[in-house]
């Protein structure tokens, strides 16, 4: 039999032996966890109280072009600009790689390692030390190539922990820039139709502007007649003059509403000039879809990051509780060592090296205690965090479902209201012109038709805005498509709540 082949053997036999006995001696003597844990659960949605805020209608969830139900080929391009051109997305992205580059750094944790080195070293020995003849007292060159490898046994998952937690916090930043993009349509969409509720504001100030004029007009025929004196022509000049300037505000509303889009696009103010009146339609009809709450957890991104951290959390708490054993780190090395480069490359130079390091931690000052419940506290916040978005989520499609609910409700009679009104304001102007009235009255019934006629158009693009900030709330045709999405909705993970205990 092979002499090396033999010590190799026994040598190996010997480092298992070794690993064992010290693994059995050492064990009890670690640092250890006792007591400290977290009892925190992430919250389902069925068991919060919805059926009467959020009944079943058999709708549809949004889909990701739900802009382009408003019919208006202008919003959807600006909406594309703006997911091309906003620093916002470059940000997320930017996230995203960050936390994919942690993830590989913990994933090459837990593979062998491989390195090589060559030193030169011209080094005089000392003649009185452990150096024997013919080397003592003179200068030599030393040649030192190596070979190493090594390898983390991770006995106990701390690697592997630190893995899942670093993929977990990739799925949540990519969830994270989902969120971006949400908030970036649904903040071009409302604007856009801010920019539309200007311009209908606009058009009703014109006209308003009109019939100021009309009555000034009238009131200088009835001071020729004496049916009028000057008060009423200086009144009628400084209503006309008011509504001139709400007419100017407009106009600068309107300006800086088209500098907003150009901001949410990412380009200049210039780009803003560009943008024409909004042609914007009614929308779809407003159907909430059947199974909301158990489904809202896969079609909100912020719900879906909030997760994400819980899970990331869950994998670092076992990672910090795996701190507590020992960690155990096999290397080798194999290369060649000589003085002098003649013998450098020959087998007697050669040098090789096997064994275990092995790290105990046995009183380490609490450092490892406290670390596990900072873990536990970051852990308890995640679900915190989770809960409370989630609760935010249905209080939110709640919230604009009873916004439009009671829009189409007050539509109804501020129309007939506004009817009513432009009838009075017409009859009084027909009577103040032959002399039946006077004109406060006139004033009178046309400031109610301007209010009425702002109280039907702002109605109207409230409710669109709303069903814009309803479809947000929905999740804007987000959908979590994660490998464990069907398994985690409406429900926390296994993996949650064994961290947990």
Not at 110 to 118: F, G, L
Not at 249 to 278: N, V
Not at 382 to 395: D, H, R
Request: hydrophobic share 40%; glycine share 8%.
């Amino acid at each position: 039999m092979n002499p090396q082949i033999t010590r190799s053997a026994r040598g190996a036999r010997a480092i298992k032996t070794g690993l064992s006995v010290m693994l059995a001696a050492l064990l009890p003597a670690c640092a250890n966890y006792a007591g400290i844990h977290s009892d925190k659960q992430m919250a389902k949605p069925q068991q919060f109280e919805t059926t009467q805020s959020l009944p079943a209608e058999g709708g549809h969830w949004p889909a990701a072009n739900w802009a382009d139900q408003f019919g208006d080929a202008q919003l959807k391009a600006l909406i594309e600009e703006a997911l091309k051109g906003n620093p916002t997305i470059a940000q997320a992205r930017a996230r995203i790689a960050g936390a994919q580059a942690y993830a590989g750094t913990a994933k090459a944790s837990t593979m062998p390692r491989v390195d090589a080195s060559y030193s030169l070293t011209r080094q005089q020995y000392s003649s009185t030390t452990l150096i024997p003849p013919p080397f003592a007292g003179s200068w030599q060159t030393e040649n030192k190539g190596l070979l190493g490898a090594s390898f983390d046994l991770d006995l106990w998952g701390k690697n592997r922990a630190a893995l899942k937690a670093a993929l977990s916090q990739v799925q949540a930043s990519e969830a994270d820039a989902e969120v971006v993009k949400l908030t970036l349509t649904t903040s071009v969409a409302r604007t856009y139709n801010q920019l539309a509720r200007l311009y209908v504001l606009h058009d009703i100030a014109q006209q308003e502007v009109g019939r100021r004029e009309q009555i000034d007009r009238i009131t200088a025929g009835r001071i020729a007649t004496g049916l009028d004196t000057e008060v009423e022509r200086k009144t009628a000049q400084a209503n006309l003059a008011t509504a001139r300037s709400a007419l100017a505000a407009l106009d600068g509303s309107i300006l800086t509403t088209r500098y907003q889009l150009a901001a949410l696009m990412g380009e200049g103010p210039d780009r803003g000039l560009a943008i024409t009146r909004p042609a914007l339609g009614i929308g779809d009809q407003v159907r909430l879809p059947d199974n909301l709450p158990a489904n809202l957890v896969g079609r909100r991104p912020d719900i879906v990051a909030a997760r994400w951290r819980v899970d990331a959390l869950t994998h670092e708490v076992k990672e910090a509780k795996a701190e507590f054993y020992p960690d155990i780190n096999l290397s080798a090395a194999i290369g060649l060592d000589a003085f002098g480069f003649g013998r450098f490359l020959t087998a007697a130079s050669r040098t090789a090296s096997v064994g275990p390091a092995i790290y105990l931690p046995i009183f380490d000052g609490g450092a490892l205690r406290a670390q596990l419940k900072g873990r536990y506290a970051d852990f308890d916040d995640a679900v915190a965090t989770y809960n409370q978005t989630l609760i935010s989520a249905l209080s939110n499609v709640a919230t604009e479902l009873a916004q439009i609910r009671s829009s189409d409700l007050q539509i109804g009679d501020a129309q007939a209201a506004q009817q009513d009104a432009r009838g009075a304001d017409e009859l009084a102007l027909t009577q103040y012109k032959g002399g039946l009235t006077n004109q406060l009255t006139v004033l009178n019934a046309d400031v109610l038709t301007l209010q009425a006629d702002q109280a039907v158009a702002n109605l109207l693009m409230d409710r669109r805005d709303q069903k814009i900030a309803l479809a947000s709330a929905l999740g804007g045709g987000y959908v979590d498509r994660s490998s464990d999405a069907t398994h985690r909705a409406g429900s926390a993970a296994p993996s949650n709540s064994l961290a947990a205990r």
